[in-house]
Each structure stands twice: as structure tokens, then as C-alpha cells.
């Protein structure tokens, strides 16, 4: 009987020991990470205003170097990874650029930044200054990721802080993380909600559109449908797309709103085409809400790099009438001048209209913020224009003959360069008409 109970007991410690192993790396990364911020701020006392200091966080404390040939001032860095033009030096920055996959991907962000938040100026441990929620949350360092994620947890609504309502086109990307499923640990759910009013739940807006997703065993996009005062004309459809692939795996979703309809793609492929889902005011505000993701059960769901940006006239319009279009939306990997593949749907739509217009010849110009070092901005912005040039002649048939390109760096920006969002609107890459 004696050696049965210490078999018993020794099994019990195994199991929660397994279950603890994971949160027990989040908190040993998060105290490396908490250490070396301490000591980069200390390093940093000097910064000589707000916005030096913004910089400082952003370019250090959220993106650890990955073995890059060091600059002379080894305090200085660029800007972030998504949808920006600046940072630090990359030996592999010419590296070829190809889509792969993505190779039908439509998706179009939206040009002008409205919110943008990768978590990077949290601290480790705590909410999110930019979210509000009722419930609970902690920004956390993963094992083997460069990124802040923000851990949602329990039954918990969040919502990005915006002072107005959303417009009626917009775009909203995210990327997205699970871990702790599978082999029968139980199901979590996460609930992309499009409300009529400003609220931390979907039950506390009276109506709403909400589009499910599963984790379990697989990751499932489960139901689309929307309820309540403001669906006239009741939507209730069953996806059920289940993927094993997805589950305690990393993805990039991609929403796009454009008055009633609204699409969603997870990383290249398209999963929803709703035409009358957001009826009414839905889709003035959104929320992500989390239903039984349990820490104790070893789950974990996480976002990171989240972005919301307006919508406006549609590419071919605003190049072809105002002779410019500027993108946020064109993505480079980190510290080089290689595009991601989920540029794929902006710079095929800049060839459609080229194709489309024999006549119309266009110049290429990168932006940056104030993020970095003056003179390796402009560098990266010239590199990453030219990249954007070849893509469109090798991958999508354009003469070169028709094409130019201009870096600019950080000398025209046209937002804050003090606020993420700002920062964000100012990385961009612009097409003008010659």
C-alpha cells in the first residue's frame, strides 16, 4: 500500500510539472528580458526627450539583434519588422524575394494606420497600456520568439484603445499563437466580435458579428454570424474549416471591412466572404474576446504585431486621379530589404494597374521614421525601394524602363513620429506618377 501511494504521488508531480513547463520558461524569459531592459535603460540615461527614449525601447527592448554586422554606435538601432523602412544592418538585406503561397493572396491593407501596437513598450507581466479589458491579461516574452505577446486568458474581452469609432473600411491584422492543446487537454475559444458600441464583452453590446475560432485537438474557424437589434437580416453560417497544422503553431490573420461585407484570411488563404455580416453599426468597434483559455490547463493563446488602418478610395483610383498612392502595407523581414510574402495582394495590384495603363510610368520611393540612424535609414529606404522595383519586373513582368526608385528616409514624415501609430503611418513606401 506504502509503495502505491508514492507511485500515485510521484505521477501527480510529473503531470503538473508538464503542465507548469511552459509558463515556467514565459517567467525565466521574462526575467532575462526584464534584466536587460534594466540594463539597456541604465546604458540609456542620457536620451535627451520623449520621443529619443520611445525610440530607444522600441529599437532595443522589444527587438533583440539576430547577428547582425554591428553599426559603429552600437546604442542605435532602427525600426520595427512590419511595414516599416528602417533598422539596423542586415548581411543578408538582398537576399531574393518570393511569395510562394501567397501567390493568391488579395488581401489589401489599409493605408493609413489607425492603431498599431507589437507590446514591445510593456513591461513583461503587465496589461497592455494601449488595451482595455474586464477581465485579465499579461504581455509575455515566448521561448524562441523575438516578439512581446500579449497571453489571453480566461474569459476576457479586449479592446483596443481608440478615441473614435471605426470606419466603414478599415483592415485589421494580427498575428496569432497557441500552445498547450492537443491529446485531449481541452477546447479554448476566441471570438473576433464587430460591435455598434464601445464594450468589454459581447454579451454588454447588445448586438454583434463574431466570427469563432477553435482550439482543441485541431484549430477550427467554427461559425460566422452575427445577432441582436442591429442584423436586420440574420447571418448564421458553419465554417468548420479544421486545421492540425494550425494548432500550437504561429498564424497571420488578415481581416478586411468594407461596409456590410467582411473578409478573413489565415496567413495566405481566404476563410470567410461574408457580403451582409456588419448590418447596421456593426463593425464600429471590435473586440477579441478569450472563452475558457486556462493557464492551469497549460493553454496559451497569444497576439502580437496588431494593426488597424483605414481604408480609403482604392489603389487604382488614388494613383490614377492624384498621381501618388502611399502604403503602410508592404512588408520587409526584419533588419533587410527583402519583402514578406504577405505584401503579395498591394504591390499585385500596383502591377494590375500597370499592366492595365501602358502609358503610366512610376516612380518608387521608401520612407522611414526617426527611428535609428539618419544616414542608415536613408540607405535602407533607397535598398528597399529598389526591392519593391524588382519584385515588380521579375515577378510580375514590368519593364524596367517604366520604373524608378528614391529612398527618403526619415525627412518627410507625415505623421508623429512621438506615438507608435505615428511612427507606423510614417514607414510606408509611395508611388508617384512620372
Known amino acids: 500500500m506504502k509503495k502505491y501511494l508514492i507511485a500515485v504521488l510521484c505521477m501527480m508531480a510529473f503531470l503538473q510539472s508538464g503542465q507548469a513547463q511552459f509558463l ?57 519588422d512590419i511595414g516599416e523602412l528602417g533598422g539596423t544592418e542586415d548581411t543578408d538585406g538582398g537576399s531574393p524575394n518570393t511569395f510562394g503561397v501567397y501567390s493568391k493572396f488579395t488581401f489589401v491593407p489599409g493605408n493609413k494606420q489607425l492603431f498599431n501596437d507589437f507590446f514591445g513598450l510593456d513591461e513583461i507581466g503587465d496589461f497592455p497600456a494601449h488595451w482595455e479589458t474586464a477581465g485579465s491579461g499579461e504581455v509575455v516574452m ?10 489571453l486568458q480566461r474569459r476576457s474581452g479586449y479592446y483596443p ?8 473600411n478599415y483592415t485589421i491584422e494580427f498575428d496569432l499563437i497557441s500552445h498547450g492543446y492537443g491529446n485531449g487537454s481541452g477546447n479554448s475559444k476566441l471570438y473576433l466580435a464587430f460591435l455598434p458600441k464601445k464594450a468589454y464583452s459581447m454579451g454588454q453590446a447588445g448586438s ?10 485541431f484549430f477550427s474557424i467554427k461559425n460566422v454570424e452575427n445577432f441582436g437589434n442591429e442584423a436586420q437580416v440574420r447571418v448564421a453560417n458553419i465554417i468548420d474549416r479544421n ?12 481581416i478586411a471591412v468594407n461596409k456590410k461585407r467582411l473578409r478573413l484570411w489565415v496567413n ?69 530589404w527583402v519583402v514578406k510574402p504577405e505584401s503579395y495582394g498591394v504591390i499585385k495590384e500596383i502591377a494590375d494597374v500597370l499592366t ?35 519584385v515588380l519586373v521579375e515577378q510580375f513582368g514590368i519593364p524596367e524602363n517604366r520604373l524608378e526608385f528614391e529612398g527618403k528616409g526619415e525627412t518627410e514624415p507625415v505623421d508623429d513620429n512621438n506615438t507608435l501609430t505615428g511612427k507606423a503611418n510614417n514607414r510606408r513606401v509611395e508611388f508617384i506618377k512620372i
Open 24 to 80: 515556467k520558461k514565459i517567467k525565466e524569459r521574462a526575467k532575462q528580458a526584464a534584466e536587460e531592459t534594466v540594463l539597456r535603460k541604465t546604458e540609456e540615461i542620457t536620451a535627451e526627450e520623449t520621443s529619443k527614449k520611445i525610440d530607444t525601447v522600441y529599437d532595443k527592448a522589444t527587438k533583440p539583434k539576430k547577428n547582425k554586422r554591428k553599426k559603429k554606435d552600437s546604442t542605435e538601432s532602427g525600426n520595427d
Open 142 to 151: 515566448l521561448e524562441g520568439s523575438e516578439d512581446s505577446w500579449l497571453s
Open 161 to 168: 484603445s481608440i478615441e473614435k469609432e471605426l470606419p466603414e
Open 208 to 217: 454583434v458579428a463574431d466570427i469563432e475560432l477553435l482550439f482543441g485537438d
Open 243 to 254: 486545421r492540425t497544422d494550425l494548432i500550437n503553431a504561429p498564424m497571420h490573420i488578415s
Open 268 to 336: 495566405e488563404e481566404k476563410y470567410v466572404d461574408s457580403p451582409n455580416l456588419l448590418q447596421g453599426k456593426l463593425g464600429r468597434h471590435f473586440i477579441i474576446e478569450a472563452r475558457d483559455i486556462l493557464p492551469e490547463k497549460g493553454h496559451f493563446v497569444g497576439i502580437t504585431n496588431f494593426m488597424i488602418a483605414e481604408s480609403s478610395e482604392d489603389l487604382r483610383s488614388l494613383l490614377l486621379k492624384n498621381g501618388k498612392y502611399a502604403t503602410t502595407g508592404i512588408y520587409f523581414d526584419y533588419d533587410s
Open 356 to 390: 492595365d495603363t501602358p502609358q503610366l510610368n512610376l516612380k518608387i520611393v521608401g520612407h522611414t521614421d526617426n527611428s535609428g540612424d539618419v544616414d542608415y535609414n536613408q540607405s535602407l529606404s533607397e535598398n528597399r525601394a529598389e526591392a519593391v522595383k524588382q
